[in-house]
């Protein structure tokens, strides 16, 4: 497949907002003082067993990793600490942050059901071709909150969830990444490309 005829019409959204991200810590090193303290209490709760760091490790292809979060987001606490060791475990993944209030086109595009949810994470491919987006929170996390709570409130991430359900959310996050792996790792314009 040649790369004419290769489209994404949010390319160069993609690509500029990519430019103006930040690294995870410069994300963080702009949040107030006890929003730091709560994904740095996330941050040391993660922890990739040996298997997530091979599978990591074995990485080939590059994935430019856009995130719209906030740093004041119980979800993004809890979920963005995962991104970063995840990336951390791999020089495969560079992974990006955006203030959800910082770019507006982004977070309009990036809306989920209609509201502006963070995290919102999209892979993007060497070329910036999007490749996979979620958004907010992982399917356990959903099914805990069907079970545990009433009404719309947001988990302000206050109170650090059992480290079991920590565990199971951070393996789906590992396999959100290997999928999109996956999916670049077998593309024929990819593997034309890397003669692989």
């Not at 990591?56 to 060791?85: E, I, K, Y």
């Amino acid at each position: 497949m040649a790369a004419a005829q290769l489209f994404d019409q949010r390319m160069e959204l993609w690509r500029r907002s990519f430019e103006q991200a930040l690294s995870f810590d410069r994300f963080i090193a702009q949040a107030e003082p006890g929003h730091r303290e709560r994904w740095a209490r996330y941050g040391e709760q993660v922890a990739l067993s040996a298997a997530q760091h091979k599978l990591l490790s074995h990485f080939t292809r590059t994935l430019n990793v856009l995130v719209l979060a906030g740093t004041w987001c119980g979800d993004c606490a809890r979920q963005c600490p995962m991104l970063a060791a995840i990336s951390a475990a791999t020089p495969k993944i560079d992974l990006r942050f955006v203030d959800n209030q910082s770019n507006v086109e982004l977070r309009d595009e990036l809306r989920i059901h209609g509201a502006a949810r963070v995290p919102a994470t999209v892979v993007l491919s060497e070329d910036m071709f999007e490749v996979s987006r979620a958004s907010d929170r992982t399917l356990s996390v959903y099914r805990r909150k069907a079970q545990n709570e009433l009404g719309a409130a947001c988990d302000a991430g206050i109170v650090l969830p059992p480290a079991d359900e920590l565990a199971l959310e951070l393996s789906e996050w590992v396999e959100y990444f290997e999928r999109a792996h996956l999916l670049l790792r077998v593309s024929p314009f990819l593997r034309t490309r890397h003669n692989d």
